[in-house]
């Protein structure tokens, strides 16, 4: 079992960045390929970012391209999601997950661990 804890959200004004980390107990990620999600008021969760269990490959969803940065420290059994230029738009609760088998997905489903979830707010 891997339990996941999000940190570094808060209240930022458009422009800005934060950078978010997820810390992993329980067991090592680091065979894990670790993604972020967000669930925007009203809205389904969706994929953001997701990083293989080397840090090899990256995929993020159009809306953060060139925004977001996904990555990992194994050694500290974390991942971060540096957010930067925030867009109102970008206010949700984002997510952690882990992902234990096969090919590095952006599908929630195939996600086995999940964080709490911290809430992100960009003002206008």
């Known amino acids: 079992q891997v339990h996941l804890v999000e940190s570094g959200g808060g209240l930022v004004q458009a422009g800005g960045s934060l950078r978010l980390s997820c810390a992993a107990s329980?067991?090592?990620?680091?065979?894990?390929?670790m993604g972020w999600f967000r669930q925007a008021p009203g809205k389904e969760r969706a994929f953001v970012a997701v990083?293989?269990?080397?840090?090899?490959?990256?995929y993020y969803a159009d809306s953060v391209k060139g925004r977001f940065t996904i990555s990992r420290d194994n050694a500290k059994n974390t991942v971060y999601l540096q957010m930067n230029s925030l867009r109102p738009e970008d206010t949700a609760v984002y997510y952690c997950?882990?992902?234990?088998?096969?090919?590095?997905?952006?599908?929630?489903?195939?996600?086995?661990?999940w964080g709490q979830g911290i809430q992100v707010t960009v003002s206008s």
């Open positions: 990083i293989r269990w080397s840090g090899g490959i990256t």
């Open positions: 997950a882990a992902d234990r088998f096969g090919a590095v997905s952006r599908f929630e489903a195939d996600f086995d661990f």
């Open positions: 329980g067991r090592t990620i680091s065979t894990y390929h």
